[in-house]
């Protein structure tokens, strides 16, 4: 690519370094730890469900034909509670109580809620309304046969779907393994969060946001890091990311033209494509292979490191992780704006109580603060200089 390139141009490039992470392998895991996975297969129920008759309500368990002419008394013969054990057997003429999920005895095709029945005494029950064969009676197999699906393949796993595994007595998943990922910030001016700050220090915030941006599309991290402007030591981190079975390396900080640029001076020597995209923030950009493992660069300031990895980086990862894309509307603008020609402006902004977007904070990538407090981005083409309120723009929810 040439040294300055289009938005599009350069989320090309990416996604053809990233091509390679689409066909995932698999691996068996807990059923706890599945939510948010991809199923690998189908996946069969071992048993019926539910596996036996069963009562849909606290109540008593009749022959229909014996409550046809209610109200009627019946004897209580017995009572059963949601409990092991063999299901009784209902002698004709009478009721057994029954409470919710219990099973219902043999010999009862009907249960009458408890609401409509009166107690009589302590042997009997009166019966104040009829019930047809099969009310309030959950049959073997009436949600799932033994040997159907009860989990398709390519499904992104919620509560719901391990709730369904769990009923059918499954205790392990195949899922898609996810993709492997390593953070590396660099920057001598980077300390950790929460530690004492000396003269030029700030704490690094780009570890934790694209350490956690990952996850939230559906990647694991398997290597962080932080590393002063050294070009060995960098060198060192991505051999410790590969090392650690990393198939994606995501960097933030020296990719610009300054001194001290040291993924620039590591990676442009070995064919890395380090130049400008016609966008603002996020202007410098950096992609490579590094003994064959794509190595994406982002800038250090923080806005613009999250910005990027929104665009270039999450459509690849929340696809192959079976999430959805980020949401992209239409809104009318509240107030007006101004842009600069040439660069696609992504400004942030939330949407307010009548639905406008709301620019939030100015156009500076090292406003954190105003990242936080938005909820999308405002889209402002490279040929756009201004927009006046009531217009329309394009946003992308965050």
Not at 107 to 124: I, K, L, M, Y
Not at 192 to 218: C, K, M, R, S, T
Not at 246 to 272: C, D, F, N, Q, W
């Amino acid at each position: 690519m040439s040294a300055r390139v289009s938005v599009e141009e350069h989320a090309s490039f990416v996604r053809s370094l990233l091509s390679g992470l689409g066909a995932r392998p698999t691996e068996r895991v807990a059923l706890g730890e599945a939510l948010g996975r991809i199923t690998a297969s189908p996946v069969e129920s071992p048993i019926a469900l539910p596996p036996f008759r069963n009562s849909q309500m606290d109540g008593f368990a009749v022959r229909a034909a014996d409550v046809a002419g209610a109200p009627v008394s019946l004897s209580i013969s017995g009572e059963v509670a949601a409990a092991p054990g063999a299901p009784l057997a209902l002698e004709p003429g009478t009721a057994v109580r029954i409470m919710t999920g219990a099973q219902v005895p043999e010999g009862a095709d009907a249960v009458v809620p408890v609401e409509d029945t009166e107690a009589e005494d302590g042997d009997s029950v009166r019966i104040l309304r009829a019930r047809a064969a099969g009310e309030y009676v959950r049959e073997a197999g009436s949600d799932l046969a033994a040997g159907d699906d009860v989990l398709p393949p390519a499904l992104l796993l919620g509560s719901r779907h391990l709730a369904a595994a769990a009923a059918s007595g499954i205790t392990e998943l195949l899922v898609r393994e996810r993709v492997r990922v390593a953070v590396i910030s660099t920057g001598s001016e980077l300390v950790a969060p929460g530690e004492v700050l000396g003269a030029g220090e700030i704490p690094d915030a780009n570890g934790v946001a694209l350490a956690a941006a990952v996850q939230a599309a559906g990647a694991i991290v398997v290597h962080e890091a932080r590393v002063r402007d050294d070009v060995d030591r960098l060198r060192d981190e991505l051999d410790a990311a590969r090392a650690a079975g990393a198939e994606l390396v995501i960097t933030s900080g020296g990719v610009s033209k300054g001194a001290y640029e040291v993924v620039r001076e590591l990676l442009e020597p070995l064919g890395a494509w380090v130049g400008s995209v016609a966008m603002q923030p996020g202007g410098p950009q950096a992609a490579a292979a590094y003994r064959g493992m794509p190595v994406i660069g982002f800038p250090g300031n923080p806005v613009s490191a999250q910005l990027s990895f929104e665009l270039f980086v999450a459509p690849t990862l929340r696809a192959i992780s079976g999430r959805p894309a980020a949401s992209v509307d239409r809104l009318v603008l509240a107030e007006p704006l101004v842009s600069v020609a040439g660069r696609r402006q992504y400004l942030r902004g939330r949407r307010d109580a009548e639905g406008r977007a709301v620019l939030v904070g100015g156009p500076g990538s090292h406003l954190v603060a105003a990242l936080a407090a938005s909820d999308l981005l405002i889209v402002v083409p490279e040929e756009v200089i201004e927009l006046a309120a009531g217009e329309s723009v394009e946003t992308i929810a965050l």
